[in-house]
């Protein structure tokens, strides 16, 4: 089991930003990447990378707001939120798995970190 220590989390009002950080314990990945869950919805991806950092990939709803990236390590990651929406309120989770042509799979994940967007 990867453990992982997520952080960035809060309150922030509309057009607001965050920084999101994530460290997992483990190095034996194929991808990294980070999804959503908002109450009574399904799991929403929001970005991941291969783990030779060859591809990038982002969901439609938060491309060119949202920013993914690597630490000098390669076991650490940040989500950079930009032009927050308060449809992007939910629990917000980093992740470790497998990319395919298609998406992401995750096999750990972190306990997860609060962002609520709200005047």
């Known amino acids: 089991q990867v453990q992982f220590v997520e952080s960035g989390g809060g309150l922030v009002q509309p057009g607001g930003s965050l920084r999101l950080s994530c460290t997992a314990s483990?190095?034996?990945?194929?991808?990294i990447g980070w999804f959503r869950q908002a109450p009574g919805k399904e799991r929403e991806d929001i970005s991941c990378i291969s783990g030779s950092g060859e591809y990038t990939r982002y969901s439609d709803s938060v491309k060119g707001r949202f920013t993914f990236s690597r630490g000098n390590a390669k076991n650490t990651m940040y989500l950079q939120m930009n032009s927050l929406k308060p449809e992007d309120t939910a629990v917000y989770y980093c992740a470790t798995g497998r990319m395919y042509h298609y998406g992401c799979e995750y096999d750990d994940w972190g306990q997860g970190t609060q962002v609520t967007v709200s005047s």
């Open positions: 483990r190095f034996n990945y194929y991808a």
